[in-house]
């Protein structure tokens, strides 16, 4: 099923996905069984190509949760996948400046990271 | 006929510990009917808006049962965030103008800053835990940095319409914050959720406050000594993904609602806009037409927002200053100012747009009142 726990699965075998409705062809994000264009309960999971645009970005200095403590400053950053759907995501930078360098538009590219027990889909600068 | 605003009243602003919602939403209710000198015998419309710390199942319902409402024709609560007291507001007014009730109570009250804050710092599904991305600022701060980018929009920008804001609710006896700041304060604290600051953001706040709702005929039946027209209201909802992420439901709403009135943003020259973080200032200002999209951050800065400003915005201070309590604050001052009788009265303002907004610019709701 094209939901969350269908979405992190994929991810954990080393896959981003988003959601393309069989019915329509609409592509989006985030996962859902069913079409936000046309509501058909018909859509699959299709692998991204992995190039996106960043459309804008943020930088915590406060962990809000315990599970963001010792990660800070990170990068959440909003970007549209070349496919069409939106998520968001962690911008991850060589810089020990987050944020810097940034900018509306930048062509980025997948990056699994590995957090151990996880995989998590991010995105880095596209260089070429 | 228009309806009218009769009666305001609100709880002290700050921290009530102790305090339940039901208790601090009558003694909101309380002094808005003692405001207009109106019966609590005579309310036959109630309309709640949801606490954002707690859900209650049947919240108004038990609000109803908890003052002895006997006589309510329409009764209900509503989840619109922010955006929900204009929103019921306008409720109330459709609902007496078509013969379902005459006198409406509209009320809320939440107790965060002593209660919970869960709701401001939540994750709002399990993968946006996973990348940390956490609480109500960082959706704004999303928006500002758009905002930046595409427009040019700076800090000292978002810094103006903080420091304007704070200089109002300094002034203000009540306000719980009444610490103004300079451009240079501002600048020189810390980004939080970058590009934000901690006065960029609203105030934390325990409080109730409640406005009734009748014709204008029943308010002179009644004897209510200020009645303030309601001129115009409207309601706008854009997908969370907007195309154009610096445009927002603000412009719908303000379409119906100037409409309604028959009036635009030239014959408007005072506002309260609702502040929960500066970014959200300077885009409703765009979107309400008092300057193109895109101008919000020059406007604040040469128009101006202060008293002797093009449009003087949030005189009692807003969330920013005056209480964070999500949005009645900013129709009660509006009523205080159409009656003439406000801590900083704007001169000849005969009419007052007011905003309310939720779920991270997504849903809207504005009003215009008159004199």
């Known amino acids: 099923m094209t939901d969350e726990a269908g979405f992190w699965d994929r991810v954990r075998e080393g896959t981003l996905s988003f959601c393309r409705c069989r019915a329509c062809g609409h592509a989006w994000l985030p996962p859902s069984p069913e079409c936000p264009r046309c509501l058909a309960a018909d859509a699959m999971f299709e692998a991204a190509s992995g190039r996106a ?38 911008i991850l930078q060589d810089s020990n400046e987050p944020g810097v360098g940034l900018h509306a538009g930048q062509r980025l590219v997948l990056r699994m990271a590995d957090d151990g027990d996880m995989l998590r889909p991010c995105f880095v600068e596209h260089t070429k | 006929m228009h309806s009218v605003i009769a009666g305001i009243g609100h709880t002290r602003f700050g921290a009530h510990p102790g305090r339940s919602v039901t208790s601090l939403t009558i003694e909101a209710v309380s002094a808005a009917l003692a405001d207009c000198g109106v019966e609590k015998d005579r309310v036959d419309g109630l309309f709640v808006k949801y606490p954002t710390s ?79 991305w956490f609480g109500t600022a960082a959706h704004y701060a999303m928006f500002a940095r758009r905002h930046m980018e595409l427009y ?19 002034r203000n006896p009540n306000a719980q914050l009444r610490k103004p ?89 005072l506002a309260q806009i609702y502040d929960c973080f500066t970014p959200t200032v300077i885009a409703t200002l765009e979107d309400y037409g008092f300057c193109r999209k895109g101008e919000g951050g020059r406007f604040v800065e040469q128009e101006g927002i202060g008293l002797d400003g093009r449009l003087p915005l949030n005189t009692s201070g807003g969330l920013l200053s ?48 008159g004199r």
């Not at chain 2, 002895?68 to 989840?79: A, F």
């Not at chain 2, 459709?94 to 006198?103: H, L, N, S, T």
């Open chain 2, 152 to 170: 040019g929009t700076t800090f000292e920008q978002l810094g103006t319409v903080a420091v304007e804001i704070r200089k109002y609710g300094a």
């Open chain 1, 53 to 90: 645009e960043l459309l804008s970005w943020v930088v915590f200095h406060k962990a809000y949760q315990d599970s963001a403590k010792g990660r800070v400053p990170y990068v959440v950053g909003l970007v549209q996948l070349a496919e069409g759907p939106r998520m968001t995501t962690n």
């Open chain 2, 54 to 132: 707690a859900f209650e199942m049947f919240h108004a319902a038990k609000l109803a049962d908890a003052m002895g409402l006997r006589d309510v024709r329409v009764c209900g609560g509503w989840d619109q965030g922010g955006a929900a007291n204009i929103s019921l507001i306008s409720f109330a007014a459709m609902a007496i103008a078509a013969g379902q009730c005459e006198v409406a109570v509209v009320c809320f009250a939440d107790n965060p800053k002593s209660g919970s804050r869960w709701a401001y710092a939540r994750a709002r599904n399990a993968s946006d835990e996973k990348y940390g």
């Open chain 2, 181 to 269: 700041i300079t451009l240079d304060d501002y600048m020189d604290t810390p980004l939080i959720v970058d590009p934000l600051r901690r006065d960029d953001m609203a105030l934390i706040s325990d409080g109730g406050a409640a406005v009734v709702v009748c014709s204008e005929a029943k308010a002179r039946e009644l004897g209510v000594a200020k009645p303030v027209p309601i001129l115009g209201f409207g309601q706008g909802l854009t997908l969370s993904a907007r195309d154009d992420l610096t445009t927002t439901g603000a412009r719908i709403a303000s379409e119906t609602a100037y409409r309604m009135a028959g009036l635009g943003p030239a014959d408007i020259h």
């Open chain 2, 322 to 369: 005056e209480t964070g309590m999500p949005g009645m604050q900013l129709v009660i001052e509006g009523v205080r100012q159409m009656r003439g009788e406000a801590n900083l009265q704007v001169k000849g303002a005969d009419k007052v747009i007011v905003s309310g907004q939720g779920g991270a610019m997504q849903t809207q709701s504005t009003l215009i009142l």
